[in-house]
């Protein structure tokens, strides 16, 4: 079941004191800090030119605490989405312009290779008959592309015995038709979840390899991506970390559909724009990406955090913190924008969401480690950014509630932002302005526009997803500010084993869990009996928190997905690569050891 073991070192890491000995970066893009300067510079200036508005409108009628504190939370708030604006308009002009080719074949020369690669797929209680179906795939798709003699494949499991069992059995079936090496281990105790189940693995056999390309369980990368990025790894002996940006694949209900299209149709601008400042130190999210074996092993033993959970304990968002650790020691982390490489979506907005307070733990945490001794500034921007998209919800939600009661207690039209025209159309150009960008970019081309399905169905396409977006904010805005009190509260977000199959939400089933979402909807549809006008402007909010649990119940569906697809609603370019999709083991054992659901 396993190789040989050929032991490797993996100290735990000293967060404070001297920071470790640094490399040479010699990947490093030229011109970096004035990109980053450019990117902060526009940020901070969209965000005082409307600060400055509302403060000059504020003090022509007089302020008062109540203004103070619209100021105080506006500011931050402004700032978030000028940075993700900013961010977008420049991966639009590259990829525009042609400075960026955007998603590519990466070239996979399997003669270049001259050291042994190991893939590790880390799993826990998966659908057995699913995730070994696409161990199968890529493994025959690693072989056809040449890279049998050089890459072996782990499945490392922290699954329980009775899951254990019954991959054991898939593992063998797999293990006989496959053309590599494919290994399987399971853990007796899941220690520190994944990132233990990876330095396990390093611990054990990680000296044999050189470089270790990690995924998750729902992910599937082609042979000829992984053999082109083991390949750039060996021209590139600087580079400690590669990551891939995936698309989505295998989405079956409405809410996958309309996440897939959104990352289709403008995921590639704002990744353009990301790679564009991050150059040398880019991010790791934890899979479809390689790392250099040694490096990782050096620098990334993670301690746990002083305290208890959720803001102490193991460091659960680790790869963020994994990959400003390789670059503290000076690996160059890049990121890539190459086809092959794909990941699943959680099936409905309720599985997203239990998602999303893993990852909202994880990220808080990071506020803890931005004093680490050695991180590079750019690393350091990194865990704040990660951190802010969930402070934001909570802010939003204060301003929201702020402005309607400046807005009653002073008889106003219109919350005082909107009352100010400037503020109002910088306001919208920001939210809005990257899906205009994306719709530019789909209809710039001839084939990108025949992947989308044509002219019409991009029209069409977009012209649902802004009203979609509008009315899920206020339900994420809710939704993460529950949890972020729910953890302040001392409570940590647990991690059971992730939903991955397609399931219908009846309405009935999401109610309980929407109780505080329908009772500020309520309160803000209440604002009409006080001031009518403040309500008109607060009824795409109030319409979306009490149209909730509709929402998440029709986006669970896959008969709406498949008619919406019928009517050219949410098409996408089809994949590049037969290996998009799993194979399926022969059936005769999977089958009778059946398919446990989570």
Not at 200 to 226: H, K, N, P, Q, T
Not at 377 to 396: D, K, N
Not at 551 to 577: D, N
């Amino acid at each position: 079941m396993l190789p040989p073991e050929a032991p490797l070192d993996m100290p735990v890491q000293r967060l404070h004191g001297p920071p470790p000995g640094s490399i040479e970066v010699q990947t490093q893009p030229h011109g970096l800090l004035v990109k980053r300067l450019l990117l902060v510079g526009s940020t901070a200036v969209l965000a005082l030119a409307a600060s400055t508005q509302l403060r000059m409108l504020l003090a022509r009628e007089g302020s008062d605490a109540i203004d103070v504190l619209l100021l105080v939370l506006f500011l931050p708030l402004f700032s978030w989405i000028s940075f993700g604006f900013v961010n977008s308009a420049i991966g639009f002009f590259q990829l525009i312009s042609g400075e960026h080719p955007g998603f590519t074949a990466v070239p996979s020369p399997a003669g270049a290779l001259r050291h042994r690669v190991a893939v590790l797929m880390p799993i826990y209680n998966e659908g057995v008959e699913q995730t070994f179906g696409r161990v199968l795939a890529m493994a025959e798709s690693i072989a056809a592309a040449g890279g049998a003699p050089w890459i072996d494949f782990f499945v490392l499991s922290d699954s329980n015995p009775d899951n254990g069992q019954l991959e054991e059995a898939a593992w063998r079936e797999v293990a006989a038709q496959a053309p590599i090496a494919v290994y399987y281990r399971r853990r007796a105790h899941n220690v520190a979840r994944k990132p233990g189940n990876i330095a396990e693995w390093l611990r054990r056999f990680g000296a044999a390899y050189e470089c270790m390309l990690v995924l998750d369980a729902d992910s599937l990368m082609s042979g000829s991506a992984i053999v082109g990025m083991a390949s750039i790894m060996e021209e590139r002996p600087s580079i400690g970390l590669l990551q891939t940006v995936p698309m989505i694949t295998g989405a079956h209900t409405l809410f996958q559909r309309w996440m897939q299209f959104a990352s289709e149709a403008y995921g590639p601008i704002a990744t353009a724009g990301l790679l564009w400042w991050s150059g040398s130190e880019a991010n790791f999210w934890g899979h479809n990406a390689i790392v250099r074996t040694r490096a990782f092993a050096q620098s990334c033993g993670l301690p746990e955090l002083p305290g208890k959970p959720p803001f102490g304990g193991p460091i659960q968002s680790h790869d963020m913190v994994e990959s400003a650790l390789l670059r503290r020691r000076g690996w160059a982390v890049h990121m890539v924008m190459i086809d092959g490489s794909y990941e699943e979506f959680p099936p409905t907005v309720v599985d997203y969401a239990a998602r999303d307070r893993r990852w909202m733990q994880g990220n808080l945490q990071h506020l803890r480690l931005l004093d680490t001794s050695g991180l590079h500034w750019a690393s350091r921007l990194h865990l704040l950014v990660g951190a802010c998209a969930y402070l934001t919800s909570p802010g939003w939600l204060l301003l929201l509630l702020t402005s309607a009661l400046q807005a009653c207690v002073e008889q106003r039209s219109a919350p005082v932002g909107f009352s100010s025209p400037e503020v109002l159309s910088l306001t919208i150009l920001l939210l809005f302005g990257p899906k205009l960008m994306g719709l530019v970019w789909m209809l710039a081309s001839p084939p990108r526009r025949r992947g989308f399905g044509g002219a019409t169905a991009v029209l069409r396409s977009v012209a649902l997803d802004i009203p979609l977006a509008v009315l899920m904010a206020p339900v994420t805005m809710v939704t993460q500010t529950k949890a972020l009190l729910a953890m302040a509260r001392g409570r940590p977000s647990g991690w059971a084993t992730q939903v991955r199959e397609a399931h219908r939400i009846p309405v009935r089933a999401v109610l309980s869990g929407l109780r505080e979402h329908l009772a500020l909807g309520a309160a803000f549809a209440c604002l009409a009996l006080v001031n009518p006008g403040v309500a008109l402007w607060f009824s795409p909010i109030t319409l979306g928190l009490l149209s909730a649990p509709w929402l998440i119940s029709a986006t669970s569906s896959q008969g709406l997905a498949r008619r919406a697809l019928q009517w050219g609603f949410f098409r996408v370019p089809p994949p590049q690569l037969a290996e998009a999709a799993p194979r399926k083991p022969k059936p005769d054992t999977v089958s009778a050891a059946g398919d446990p659901q989570p």
